[in-house]
Nanobody, 125 residues
Framework: VQLQASGGGLVQAGGSLRLSCAASGRISRSYDMAWFRQGPGKEREFVAAIRGNGGSKFYADSVEGRFTISRDTAKNTVYLQMNDLKPEDAAVYYC???????????????????WGQGTQVTVSS
């Protein structure tokens, strides 16, 4: 499984960006897909996830109501629509994929076997 993240950039506070994560290889719609981020000097943190097959969505409290995760199974692509961006959202954003894991672990990065290379999001105040 290979993941290619894109869509990062520089945006003013209050602006929007849409990140994309294109998956290839032996991946199917049953995989859980997620976004994590790592800001300067910070640990990597959970942002959002979408459950395979059923498609339930999960968000970190800090992005709930501003970010939306979605999935296009035909294109094997997951998106993260980010609205009302704040300076504290600035980070490198990573997409991740996993399969065969229980739902309660969906927010934990160490339960993801496949990772993209990251895309930088910068938010100016």
């Amino acid at each position: 499984v290979q993941l290619q993240a894109s869509g990062g950039g520089l945006v003013q506070a209050g602006g929007s960006l849409r990140l994309s994560c294109a998956a290839s290889g032996r991946i199917s719609r049953s995989y859980d897909m997620a976004w994590f981020r790592q800001g300067p000097g910070k640990e990597r943190e959970f942002v959002a996830a979408i459950r395979g097959n059923g498609g339930s969505k999960f968000y970190a409290d800090s992005v709930e109501g501003r970010f939306t995760i979605s999935r296009d199974t035909a294109k094997n692509t997951v998106y993260l629509q980010m609205n009302d961006l704040k300076p504290e959202d600035a980070a490198v954003y990573y997409c991740a994929a996993r399969t065969g894991q229980i739902l309660s672990t969906i927010r934990y990065d160490y339960h993801y076997a496949y990772w993209g290379q990251g895309t930088q999001v910068t938010v100016s105040s």
